[in-house]
């Protein structure tokens, strides 16, 4: 079975950065699309960032420039956050998609706060 795995979440203060890590392990297609959401409380999930096999990246306007997404593999990505504010407090979750299936990770908490 899939499982994503996450890593690196915790507290900053605001100009900050954090470096969030997911795996995946399994059977998972080569060509797929992995990234981040985050859901802060009383909020909707949201769209962080993006990155697809083949086609590239795509980012939430409110963390462009300031986010970068990074896949080291097939089943592995990064999100190196920097400039970070207290409105970018949320949880953040891994997901992956391949053959028309959708896969999250647990999430990690990430506070920023002075």
């Known amino acids: 079975q899939v499982q994503l795995v996450e890593s690196g979440g915790g507290l900053v203060q605001p100009g900050g950065s954090l470096t969030l890590s997911c795996a995946a392990s399994?059977?998972?297609?080569?060509?797929?699309?992995m990234g981040w959401y985050r859901q802060a409380p009383g909020k909707q999930r949201e769209l962080v960032a993006t990155?697809?096999?083949?086609?590239?990246t795509n980012y939430a306007d409110s963390v462009k420039g300031r986010f970068t997404i990074s896949r080291l593999n097939a089943k592995t990505v990064t999100l190196q956050m920097n400039s970070l504010k207290p409105e970018d407090t949320a949880v953040y979750y891994c997901?992956?998609?391949?053959?028309?299936?959708?896969?999250w990770g647990q999430g990690t908490q990430v506070t920023v706060s002075s």
């Open positions: 399994g059977i998972i297609f080569s060509s797929n699309t």
């Open positions: 997901n992956l998609q391949f053959a028309g299936a959708r896969y």
């Open positions: 990155i697809t096999t083949g086609t590239g």
